[in-house]
């Protein structure tokens, strides 16, 4: 079975660091990019960026570009995504899925849809 | 203000039928292909449709999924208490190199 497995949850202080993972089973974890979903509270879905394993190529939303840094580890099949200075504002559930297709070839007839998704990683920052 | 605007909510009763709307541009949904995701209470969000109409497996043929121009359409039929959830349209955006999604509609069976 495909399956993507993320972090637990974590809380943090405005201006902390954190790395939370999402690590990927059941299919060749190298060949498909893998993304994330930012979700606030009460909120809908927000495509962050993606990463593609195999040479950690990397597209980011222009919403999320600087914001946060995704990165890669293949040998153990596992995606990161960090901040480097956290703010009350990150708090959210963040999401880890894989993508269906690769992005450097969506200029148009895209068939880009996301399965599977990890169950989620709740990010709180409260001083 | 969401890329991709749908309806906040919509209900019906058991049994009946509902549609929910996503509305885009030339960008994404008239340039690439519409994929529908539902996300339960609580849980993550989960694929419904993908490549504008067809369904994964395991996915029963009461969903559906058409797109026309710059809009799609999620259709439920027979609707089940189980089906209480967000659903969210999902699509790409050349412009933007970036994946986008709706807003979400919350669907209330009654």
């Known amino acids: 079975e495909v399956q993507l497995a993320q972090s637990g949850a974590e809380v943090k202080k405005p201006g902390e660091s954190l790395k939370i993972s999402c690590k990927g089973s059941?299919?060749?974890?190298?060949?498909?990019?893998i993304g994330w979903v930012r979700q606030m509270p009460g909120k809908g879905l927000e495509w962050m960026g993606v990463?593609?394993?195999?040479?950690?190529?990397?597209r980011y939303s222009p919403s999320f570009q600087g914001q946060v840094t995704i990165s890669v580890d293949k040998s153990i099949s596992t995606a990161y995504l960090q901040w480097s200075s956290l703010k009350a504002s990150d708090s959210a559930m963040y999401y880890c899925?894989?993508?269906?297709?690769?992005?450097?070839?969506?200029?148009?007839?895209?068939?880009?849809?996301?399965?599977?998704w990890g169950q989620g990683t709740l990010v709180t920052v409260s001083s | 203000q969401s890329v991709l605007p749908q309806p906040p909510s919509v209900s019906a009763a058991p049994g009946q039928r509902v549609t929910i709307s996503c509305s885009g541009s030339?960008?994404?949904?008239?340039?690439?292909?519409v994929s529908w995701y539902q996300q339960l209470p609580g849980t993550a969000p989960k694929l419904l449709i993908y490549?504008?109409?067809k369904r994964p497996s395991g996915i029963p043929d009461r969903f559906s999924g058409s797109k026309s121009g710059t809009s799609a359409t999620l259709g439920i039929t027979g609707l089940q208490t189980g089906d209480e959830a967000d659903y969210y349209c999902?699509?790409?955006?050349?412009?933007?190199?970036?994946?986008?999604f709706g807003g979400g509609t919350k669907l209330t069976v009654l």
């Open positions: 899925t894989r993508h269906s297709v690769d992005p450097r070839y969506c200029s148009s007839n895209c068939y880009m849809w996301y399965d599977p």
């Open positions: 059941g299919y060749t974890f190298a060949n498909y990019w």
């Open positions: 990463i593609y394993p195999i040479d950690s190529d990397t």
């Open positions: 030339s960008s994404n949904i008239g340039k690439n292909y």
């Open positions: 490549e504008n109409n």
């Open positions: 999902g699509t790409w955006d050349s412009s933007l190199s970036a994946g986008v």
